[in-house]
């Protein structure tokens, strides 16, 4: 068979060879028609296709379909003009996007005229597209940190699945909200724009204290970048955060145990003197008062000789409790070491100190100790001392409140005895 005139005339057929697309006629069942373009994609001659069966060049799979459809175009019944099928080719199998019509032959007769495009890269690439969504889903659904995008008006345009578990929000309800929201201190949020103007569009190792659903701190941990346009114009701002809650509450509790004494809860000998010196240092300032006192327990050796260590940490732990029920939130109190304990009084003259320390004296030793039905008393000697401008130091402080404290044990324990002012 050969090519049917109407299509094969001079200056159609260059034509028609050249388009990008590959053209073909049906007619009764065989190709009548096709231009180079198909012809090469399917790797035969034009001379080796005409007259062939058109369903040779359908894969296998896809003939049923193509059969099907051939014969419900010719009777008139309506079905799609564009779908998508294999065809056979000498190399193998291509996909190839149809459009396929009715036409009329020069003799009159009916024919099918179609149109096929080699989609094979294009449906791979998708594909291979379509896999790869797949495989960024699963990862950002199994990433344990948060990776989110914001506009440049901080409003939230993507975030990952995994902020339920770490701020008990779906994503649906965070998507189109502004992040600023979700932090415990809305503020904050500005920390790490900030951070990112400053650091040339990054900002790296920001914490962050976040807001839970149900109202608990989240401590994040985030390293965050600009985006931008290809006019190098700002269009989003891109983040990772890692939830270190947990390292938080470690590092508070480490910072509270360096802090505080182990077995009273007072503050330990290094902080206590730490947050004296800043009352030194702001009664220097401003010239304002301030008075010390250092507190021993008495006979405490024979607390522990006669009833055991447990009954010396009760008694320690009952003098805590008495100083903590007398003094004020702003008074620091610490334990110096053994049995002695310092308590520095911020805005508070010395002869106020002088009526703390007898409350506490007094409360001391109305208070008795139950141990295996047996009743421990306790006393404290007290040395006073008022700040002055005299003081070198914190330790010439201490070193008089130390002094006066002695003086109380010699004198018969169980006092208050006050130092003269340096």
Not at 142 to 151: A, E, G, M, S
Not at 182 to 195: E, H, S
Not at 331 to 338: E, K, S
Request: proline share 2%; charged share 25%.
């Amino acid at each position: 068979m050969e090519q049917i005139s109407w299509l094969s005339g001079q200056g159609y057929q260059g034509l028609l060879d050249r388009l990008q697309d590959g053209i073909f006629v049906i007619e009764a069942g065989q190709l009548a028609y096709v231009n180079q373009r198909l012809a090469d994609m399917l790797g035969y001659t034009v001379d080796e296709l005409i007259g062939r069966p058109f369903l040779e060049v359908v894969a296998a799979e896809d003939q049923p379909l193509v059969w099907k459809r051939h014969h419900a175009r010719l009777a008139g019944e309506q079905v799609p003009e564009q779908y998508d099928i294999h065809l056979a080719t000498a190399r193998g199998v291509i996909c190839c996007s149809l459009n396929v019509g009715l036409g009329e032959s020069m003799e009159g007769s009916t024919v099918t005229v179609g149109s096929a495009r080699d989609v094979t890269q294009q449906r791979k690439a998708l594909a291979e597209l379509e896999a790869s969504k797949v495989e960024l889903k699963s990862i950002l659904d199994q990433l344990p940190d948060v990776l989110y995008r914001t506009d440049m008006q901080g409003i939230i345009t993507m975030i990952s699945p995994v902020c339920f578990d770490i701020l008990g929000f779906r994503r649906e309800e965070m998507l189109g909200t502004p992040l600023s929201d979700y932090y415990n201190i809305r503020g904050d949020r500005q920390k790490i724009v900030q951070a990112i103007c400053e650091a040339g569009g990054k900002a790296i190792r920001v914490e962050s204290a976040l807001r839970h659903k149900d109202g608990t701190i989240v401590w994040v941990l985030t390293n965050a970048f600009v985006r931008f346009d290809s006019g190098g114009q700002p269009v989003s701002i891109e983040g990772l955060a890692r939830d270190i809650s947990e390292r938080k509450r470690m590092e508070d509790q480490l910072m509270t145990l360096s802090r505080t004494d182990g077995l009273t809860g007072a503050y330990s000998r290094g902080h206590f003197m730490d947050k004296s010196e800043e009352v030194i240092s702001m009664m220097r300032r401003y010239q304002r008062p301030a008075s010390m006192m250092v507190a021993d327990l008495d006979h405490f050796k024979t607390i522990n000789d006669k009833y055991g260590h447990h009954a010396g940490d009760l008694a320690l732990k009952a003098f805590t409790n008495v100083c903590r029920q007398e003094i004020r939130e702003s008074d620091i109190l610490g334990r110096l070491g053994g049995e002695e304990f310092g308590l520095m009084l911020p805005e508070t003259t010395i002869q106020h100190a002088q009526v703390l320390a007898e409350r506490i004296r007094k409360a001391a030793s109305a208070f008795e100790i139950t141990l295996d039905d047996q009743t421990i008393g306790i006393t404290v000697s007290i040395g006073l001392v008022e700040l002055s401008t005299g003081d070198a130091s914190l330790d010439s402080v201490m070193r008089r409140a130390d002094l006066a404290m002695y003086q109380a044990k010699a004198a018969g324990r169980n006092q208050v005895v006050t130092a003269m002012a340096s």
